[in-house]
């Protein structure tokens, strides 16, 4: 790894590493969330695309993209996450459409109309421990939990679908090799 491309202003080529704090649905529910998005896509005749069932996850920290992952980042993140003190919640979503304002092209999404008060706390006290082990850089914006189900599709506007509920027993850190579709768990905290 350079150690100039982990710096802001000296990138020298393409992000390939991600490393993220996310919750992933069990596979039972995943699989559903599959077919709820292979439906929507169908019946818009958006074509095949949506993501696969073992990588669907809502992003809890998203904590970079680099050429490489810096010295010890996965470490401080790993001991943040170790600090999580919370018990199994469960995730509900009520929309299903485009997130953002992007004119075309939008991922699909999952969302929610409100609630989701147990996430919104886990967030909270991640960012503390985030904060802690020296990664508050990464704890600034907000922070709006949804489900990334396919990527490259036409803009749809948000729009109500019948509750998807599913149980969060986890959090995960996460090494993403961007471009590559492969996740590599680093790290996890069991909900109890």
């Not at 390939?16 to 969330?33: E, N, Q, V």
């Not at 019946?43 to 998203?62: E, M, Y």
């Not at 001991?79 to 018990?87: F, G, M, Q, T």
Request: aromatic share 6%; charged share 20%; hydrophobic share 40%.
């Amino acid at each position: 790894m350079s150690s100039l491309g982990s710096l802001p202003g000296f990138e020298t080529g393409e992000p390939t590493d991600r490393l993220f704090l996310a919750i992933f649905p069990d596979t039972p529910h995943a699989a559903r969330l599959t077919a709820i998005a292979d439906r929507y896509l169908a019946d818009r005749r958006l074509g095949a695309g949506a993501v696969k069932a073992d990588r669907l996850h809502v992003t809890v920290f998203h904590l970079g993209d680099y050429i490489g992952l810096p010295p010890g980042l996965a470490a401080n993140a790993a001991e943040a996450l170790s600090r999580l003190v919370a018990e199994p919640f469960a995730v509900r979503f009520d929309q299903i459409g485009s997130f953002g304002k992007r004119t075309f092209k939008s991922p699909l999404v999952l969302g929610a109309t409100d609630g989701n008060d147990a996430l919104h706390a886990l967030h909270k006290q991640l960012a503390t421990h985030l904060r802690a082990c020296g990664l508050g850089q990464h704890t600034h914006g907000s922070f709006t939990p949804h489900m990334t189900m396919a990527y490259g599709k036409a803009t749809m506007p948000l729009e109500k679908m019948e509750p998807v509920v599913w149980p969060v027993g986890e959090v995960r850190l996460v090494h993403s090799l961007l471009g590559q579709t492969r996740h590599i768990g680093l790290a996890e905290k069991r909900l109890s």
